[in-house]
């Protein structure tokens, strides 16, 4: 059944339901490219660092969403069935417990690489691969047993098909098969999230901003003339950050609104804007699983290494070559 065009709002959620599937779509193959080359690379490296247990976790993380998104472009295709939407319902769980695990694992890396900097002599038990091991499987169990587990289990109500609770939308059969109680908590869920989200860009952008001051001081007593290594180092510190802030900071900024919108069910023209944002913006914020790859690179002399032994394309191109040969380790 196809949903009917907000005409007083300007708005066709079936055209831009069918913009949002492409969207995917294009985003899903390249993505499926980057992070199974990223996998191969990742499993040859040995995991005697905290960066490097954080850095395969991030794989596995990055991975498992690029996995789901075949169901996100069918979902999202007019015309759907109730049984397709109601297990992208389900499914979204775990896409999203993978979206916020990857948050949290790279605000962890940024830790890492500041204490890193901080401290390059010593190693405190933080940075130790043991302390990473048991850090992400309690981060891991408590996001499952918290906010993924509970939200899939309170999605046991059968959809109604009135007309206060379109089953033709994907977002809104996810409601109606909710409880009261699990409407509410999935309300809870959005603003932990939005709070870990926040934490998290806090960290990251002390952490850079330290890296940065720290390697640019280091350069101008060990090569006070070489302006331009200086100036891409602090390009390439900064580029973390903004690739974290872009992906994730509009998603974080429009879910809080339009989550709550969605549990009070009332299909008005602001709940269309605020759909319309919310799934733009979470797909910007899947498309992390393309840019991760270059934060590998960036950030992991080791990784950049392998890569550069990994020639599946052949000869690598002498501009890209001399980045993957760089010595600096962020």
């Known amino acids: 059944m196809a949903s009917p065009p907000l005409v007083n709002c300007g708005l066709n959620m079936n055209f831009f339901n069918l913009v ?5 779509f294009a985003l899903f193959i390249p993505a499926l490219v980057l992070n199974i080359v990223t996998v191969c690379i990742s499993w040859k ?14 794989v596995v993380a990055d991975l498992l969403m690029t996995l789901m998104i075949p169901l996100k ?44 900097i901080v401290r390059p002599a010593g190693k405190l ?18 996001l499952l047993s918290v906010n993924t587990i ?11 098909n009135n007309s206060q609770q ?16 699990g409407k509410r908590y999935h309300e809870v869920v959005t603003f932990e999230c939005s709070v870990i989200f926040l934490v998290v860009s806090l960290v990251m952008g002390f952490c850079y901003t330290c890296i940065s001051k720290r390697v640019i001081m280091s350069y101008r007593i060990s090569r ?25 900071a509009p998603y974080h900024i429009t879910r809080l609104p339009y989550v709550h919108r969605q549990v009070e069910n009332k299909i008005t023209c602001q709940w269309a804007s605020l759909k319309v944002a919310k799934s733009f913006t979470l797909w910007l914020a899947t498309t992390n699983v393309c840019l991760d790859p ?5 950030l992991c002399k080791a990784f950049r290494e392998k890569l550069y032994q990994f020639k599946i394309f052949g000869q690598w191109p002498s501009t890209l070559a001399q980045v993957i040969n760089e010595d600096a380790d962020l």
């Open 20 to 24: 949002m599937a492409c969207l995917y």
């Open 45 to 58: 490296l040995k995991a005697k660092s905290a960066f490097i247990v954080y850095l395969k976790n991030l």
């Open 73 to 116: 472009v069918l979902s999202n295709l007019p015309g759907a069935s109730n049984g397709l939407m109601v297990l992208d319902c389900h499914v979204s769980s775990l896409f999203y417990l993978c979206l916020h695990m990857s948050i949290i694992l790279m605000g962890l890396i940024s830790l890492d690489r500041f204490f890193k």
């Open 125 to 142: 038990f933080g940075q130790s691969a043991l302390f990473a091991r048991v850090a992400v499987i309690i981060i891991w169990t408590l």
């Open 150 to 160: 509970p939200t899939m289990m309170f999605n046991n109500v059968q959809p109604t």
């Open 166 to 181: 379109p089953t033709n939308n994907t977002a809104e059969v996810c409601m109606s098969i909710k409880s009261e109680f």
């Open 224 to 248: 006070s003339t070489d302006v331009d290594g200086g100036r891409k180092i602090k390009a390439r510190v900064f580029i973390v950050l903004a690739v974290f802030l872009i992906c994730f």
């Open 294 to 298: 270059l934060i590998y690179v960036l």
